[in-house]
C-alpha cells in the first residue's frame, strides 16, 4: 500500500497481538515496522491530506482534528494494554519506511534510555477543582437595603472566597506532595481553562504521575480516599495512559509533515 506513513509510539518486541479490529488514523490498520530490536508502530495515510501543506491547513479544523486525535489515541491505548510505548507526537509523518528507520537509528540511544526509565509503568492524571460557582448559587446574597449593606456583603464575598483559595492551594499542595511521594515521578500541568474543557469550578491542580503498574492498585486508592476529604474540592483521576508526560519526544528526522502538533490534554 501506498502512502506516508504515520508513526504513533516506539516500543520494543512484544508478543501478544494488537486487537483484530483496531483501525488507526485515516482508518488503516496499525502496523509494526522492526528495527535494530525496536518497533516504530505505524499506518500508511494519504498524501493528499498528510504532506505539509495539507496538513497545516487540516489541523485548522477542529472536527478533522478531533478524530485525528481520538483515532491517534485508541492506538496509544492499546499498545499500552500490550506493552510500554513511547508514544510520538501527533501526526508524527515520514515520506517511507526508510524515512522512519533513519529517525529510529538517530534517536536509538535516547528510545532505549528512555523506554528502560517507562518499562513497566503508566501515568496517572489528577485533578483538583475549586467548585466556587455553584456554592455562590446555592447561597445567593440578601438584596442590599443600602450602600453600607451593600460594601458589607461585597467585602464578605471577597474574604469568603479568599478563605476558599486558601483552602484549595493549600489541599492541592498537600495532595501533590502525597500522591509525588508514592509515585515514581511526577509533573505539573498549567490549570485548565474552564471555558475550554468545559469542566465546572477552577482547576488548581493539574498533574501526572508515573506509577508502577504493580502499584497502580493502591495508587487510586489513595486518590479515592481524599474525594470528599473537603467540600468545594472535587479531585478528578484519569488513567491509567501511556507515559505522555514523562517521555519527552526524541523523534526529531526530517518529518514530511513539518512540526506536529502536541497530543491534546487528558
Not at 516504530?40 to 486525535?69: I, K, N, Y
Not at 537509528?105 to 485533578?127: H, I, N, Y
Amino acid at each position: 500500500m501506498t502512502g506516508l506513513r504515520y508513526v504513533y509510539a516506539v516500543c520494543r518486541p512484544f508478543g501478544t497481538p494488537l486487537q483484530a479490529q483496531l483501525t488507526g488514523v485515516a482508518g488503516d490498520p496499525p502496523r509494526l515496522l522492526h528495527h535494530h530490536g525496536l518497533v516504530a508502530v505505524v499506518s500508511h495515510v494519504p498524501e493528499r491530506d498528510f504532506a505539509e501543506g495539507p496538513l497545516h491547513r487540516h489541523l485548522e479544523d477542529l472536527d478533522w482534528l478531533t478524530a485525528t486525535a481520538r483515532a491517534h489515541q485508541g492506538v496509544i491505548d492499546a499498545l499500552t494494554v500490550v506493552t510500554t510505548p513511547l508514544p510520538l507526537r501527533m501526526a508524527t509523518v515520514f515520506r517511507d519506511d526508510s524515512g522512519v528507520r533513519v529517525m529510529m537509528e538517530e534517536r536509538e540511544e535516547a528510545f532505549r534510555r528512555t523506554l528502560d526509565r517507562l518499562q513497566g509503568r503508566v501515568e496517572w492524571g489528577v485533578k483538583v477543582y475549586a467548585e466556587t460557582e455553584s456554592k455562590d448559587k446555592e447561597t445567593p446574597a440578601e438584596k442590599p437595603a443600602s450602600g453600607r449593606d451593600y460594601l458589607r456583603q461585597r467585602r464578605m464575598k471577597v474574604r469568603s472566597n479568599e478563605d476558599l483559595w486558601q483552602q484549595a492551594e493549600t489541599f492541592a499542595n498537600r495532595l501533590h506532595e502525597t500522591l509525588s511521594t508514592y509515585a515514581e515521578d511526577s509533573r505539573l500541568h498549567a490549570p485548565q481553562n474552564a471555558a475550554l474543557s468545559g469542566a465546572s469550578g477552577q482547576n488548581v491542580l493539574n498533574a501526572a504521575y508515573l506509577v508502577s503498574r504493580t502499584e497502580s492498585e493502591e495508587f487510586v486508592e489513595l486518590v479515592d480516599r481524599t474525594k470528599g476529604e473537603v467540600p468545594g474540592m472535587r479531585v478528578e483521576l484519569t488513567g491509567p495512559w501511556a507515559a505522555y508526560s514523562f517521555s519527552g519526544d526524541p523523534a526529531s528526522g526530517d518529518p514530511v509533515s513539518g512540526d506536529p502538533t502536541q497530543k491534546e490534554d487528558r
